[in-house]
């Protein structure tokens, strides 16, 4: 035993002697490697040992990073190709995000939520408003921010989140269920499209929006929503309800987020208006069109 442990001291660079020993000079920089003394585990005798230079350690550390930055990039490109309509949404920025009478708020929350998004935790957000209005637009545009600094972000809407897991079930895509439940709980931002636009949810619907719920509150990342319910609904005992007949889901999701609401009127709607009526869209949003 002593004579393994020996040999094994001596490849990490131990001398036998007490002696203080030649230098050492690194094979990287030429430069003498810093020498020490530390206690042989089974004699006691104080012996000589070679340290790693500066240059050799600031080598590991470098690969090591590298490694790791692969690997985020690796996480990160698997989530992304879970994402909605990815084309669409790398369109979005806040570049070409026309801010309108009613946005304010909502803008200034995600761009907050960008900007201190490493020191905010599972504080998400949940803008909720008119069909239209752009909710979307706002938050993929944020969402397109931090995937640029490295975030590792997924933007679904509920629609396609509860068909793709839908067909695990029936075998009729190649993801699995884990790898798709896996990858909303793993990203650093999921940003939730549409949430609670189905009129009636099924009792394995419920169950899903909860792991997602529960898994990432549990895991300290937020979740960003946008829904299309009106204030009324915001406040009713209706909504409360939907997810569950205490409510507790619905309490857990809104005590997690800053609450929005987008007091935007309908985009679309406003630009066929003005198209019809032959005036600009804020001509016909300033009541012009009256």
């Known amino acids: 035993m002593k004579e393994a442990m020996d040999n094994i001291l001596k490849k990490a660079g131990m001398y036998d002697s007490t002696s ?14 810093p020498l020490t003394q530390i206690k042989h585990p089974f004699t006691g005798e104080m012996k000589w040992v070679v340290c790693a230079c500066p240059c050799e350690i600031k080598e590991l550390e470098d690969f090591k990073k590298e490694q790791e930055a692969k690997e985020k990039r690796v996480r990160i490109n698997r989530i992304l190709q879970l994402s909605s309509q990815m084309e669409d949404i790398k369109s979005m920025t806040f570049e070409n995000y026309k801010p309108r009478k009613g946005t304010e708020e909502a803008y200034e929350e995600i761009k907050s939520a960008v900007h201190n998004f490493s ?7 949940f803008i909720f408003g008119e069909t239209g209005n752009g909710k979307s637009h706002l ?10 600094q490295g975030y590792a972000v997924i933007y679904i809407t509920e629609k396609d989140l509860f068909s793709r897991l839908q067909a695990t ?19 650093d931002l999921l940003i939730w499209d549409d949430f609670l636009s189905s009129q009636k949810l099924t009792y394995e619907e419920k169950d ?8 990432r509150e549990r895991a300290n990342k937020p979740i960003w929503a946008t829904s299309n319910i009106t204030p ?10 939907k997810l569950d007949d205490k409510g507790r889901t619905w309490w857990r999701i809104i005590g997690n987020m800053n609450c929005v609401f987008n007091r935007a009127s309908n985009y679309r709607k406003s630009k ?9 869209v804020e001509e016909y949003e300033n009541g012009k069109g009256d």
């Open 139 to 148: 938050t993929a545009a944020g969402g397109n921010e931090l995937i640029k």
């Open 208 to 215: 899903w929006i909860f792991q997602i719920i529960n898994g």
């Open 119 to 125: 020191n905010r935790g599972k504080l998400g957000v």
């Open 232 to 241: 009324q609904e915001f406040e009713s005992n209706k909504i409360a309800y």
């Open 169 to 187: 079930k029936d075998f009729k895509n190649n993801e699995s269920f884990q790898e798709i439940m896996g990858a909303c709980l793993d990203a």
């Open 272 to 280: 066929a208006m003005s198209r019809a009526l032959g005036i600009s």
């Open 20 to 33: 203080n020993p030649e230098p050492v000079k690194c094979k990287y920089c030429g430069k003498e490697k």
